[in-house]
């Protein structure tokens, strides 16, 4: 795989993370009559995240390399999504 497939594959689990934030800022929306500010949080740091391990899989030209950070990348942001940003969020905004 190339550059080009990996850019595709960064910008699927981007518009994914897309869909994610705003089906759980629609929810806590909906719930609660307003989004707290911990998941703000949460989701901006989520995208902060992506750029991260997105710029971290072009430092290398190895394929080996983009694999391992890639595949690193949508582990954590599977868990990141399933609660792990709320719970960061809620530790630094209390």
């Not at 430092?59 to 391992?68: L, N, S």
Request: charged letters at 10%; glycine letters at 10%.
């Amino acid at each position: 795989m190339g550059k080009k497939a990996f850019h595709i594959y960064n910008f699927i689990i981007l518009l994914l993370l897309m869909s994610l934030n705003a089906l759980a800022s629609f929810g806590a929306g909906m719930s609660e009559g307003g989004i707290p500010s911990y998941m703000y949080l949460a989701m901006v740091l989520s995208f902060v995240v992506w750029v991260i391990f997105y710029f971290i899989q072009f430092v290398r030209p190895t394929k080996a390399w983009r694999i391992f950070w890639f595949l690193f990348m949508v582990i954590f942001l599977f868990f990141w999504e399933t609660g792990l940003g709320s719970e960061v969020g809620l530790m630094i905004i209390g």
